[in-house]
């Protein structure tokens, strides 16, 4: 059973900053890719970042403000959200790709963050 925890959501002023976390924990075998999406209300859920295979992939829309990182040794994967918007306000999962053979996708419970003045 694997489980990931997300922390690190809250609310924050435009242009203002957060961090974001994810660590995973239960059995297991290899990680291959670790991510972040998010949802808004009445709209659907969408890619943030993702990082895997030596590559990092980012929203059009968060490019140059956010950064994905990952401590293999914790298990852990960190989102670095700068110059937040208001339209950044959302649930953010984290998601994880793990497996040997084959790859099982596994997501988090959900942080908020709001972005508000």
């Known amino acids: 059973q694997v489980q990931l925890v997300e922390s690190g959501g809250g609310l924050v002023q435009p242009g203002g900053s957060l961090r974001l976390s994810c660590a995973a924990s239960?059995?297991?075998?290899?990680?291959?890719?670790m991510g972040w999406y998010r949802q808004a209300p009445g709209k659907q859920r969408e890619l943030v970042a993702t990082?895997?295979?030596?590559?990092?992939n980012y929203a059009d829309s968060v490019k140059g403000r956010f950064t994905i990182s990952r401590d293999n040794a914790k298990n852990t994967v960190y989102l670095q959200m700068n110059s937040l918007k208001p339209e950044d306000t959302a649930v953010y999962y984290c998601?994880?790709?793990?497996?040997?053979?084959?790859?099982?996708?596994?997501w988090g419970q959900g942080t908020q963050v709001t972005v508000s003045s």
């Open positions: 990082t895997g295979g030596g590559r990092t």
């Open positions: 998601n994880a790709l793990i497996g040997t053979f084959v790859n099982t996708v596994y």
């Open positions: 239960g059995i297991i075998s290899s990680i291959n890719a």
